[in-house]
């Protein structure tokens, strides 16, 4: 088996849904990725926590996902989830740039940071990998769970602080644009 990055032995796979319609709007490919230190109470999946969960990403692994996504006509995008994809974000870079470019699916994906407070301002989250990781996604479900905040009537979310984010337009504008959903944009 190859590694798909001897740098990042530590980015492992949860799980896959080759098609769900509860990770965004419409049928989704959902990608879990290990890792996370938000430790929000309440977390509805904390053995993702563990970077070191799943099994390892390899290349071979990455092929067959991409090989599901480009045979399935149905879908309407890609989703990341985990854990937190942004844990690793060297790694998660690299893999959400290579489906982006090798399926061109509209892409989703979960964080535990806030947006402006914590990826585009000079933190503990922020790295050399934040703005490119930001570029090629196209929906970002930002904020950590927030128990007291829990409302399962939300579509795509599990607390009312988190915000489903049209990343490409809050971007540009410089201002937050939220994700109409069901009017088939984004
Ligand atoms: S960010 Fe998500 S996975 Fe991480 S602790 Fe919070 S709810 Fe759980």
Redesign the pocket.
């Known amino acids: 088996m190859t590694t798909f990055n001897s740098q990042l032995s530590t980015f492992n796979l949860l799980y896959t849904y080759p098609e769900t319609i509860v990770d965004g709007e419409g049928i989704r490919y959902s990608i879990y990725l290990a890792g996370?230190s938000?430790?929000?109470p309440g977390?509805?999946?904390p053995e993702?926590?563990n970077p070191c969960a799943g099994e390892e990403l390899t290349e071979e692994r990455i092929m067959e996902i991409i090989r599901e996504i480009n045979a399935n006509p149905l879908l309407d995008g890609v989703t990341f989830s985990?854990?937190?994809p942004f844990y690793n974000p060297e790694a998660f870079f690299l893999l959400v740039k290579r489906i982006k470019e090798e399926t061109h699916q509209n892409i989703w994906c979960y964080t535990?940071y806030t947006l402006e407070q914590d990826l585009l301002r000079d933190s503990r989250a922020r790295c050399g990998y934040t703005d490119r990781m930001l570029s090629m996604i196209d929906v970002l479900v930002d904020g950590?769970?927030m128990e007291a905040l829990k409302d399962i009537s939300l579509p795509f979310r599990g607390s009312s602080n988190q915000r489903i984010l049209n990343l490409r337009a809050t971007l540009e504008s410089g201002s937050v644009k939220l994700v109409e959903l069901g009017s088939g944009r984004i």
């Open positions: 996370c938000h430790h929000c977390c509805h999946n993702s926590w985990g854990g937190d535990g950590r769970f």
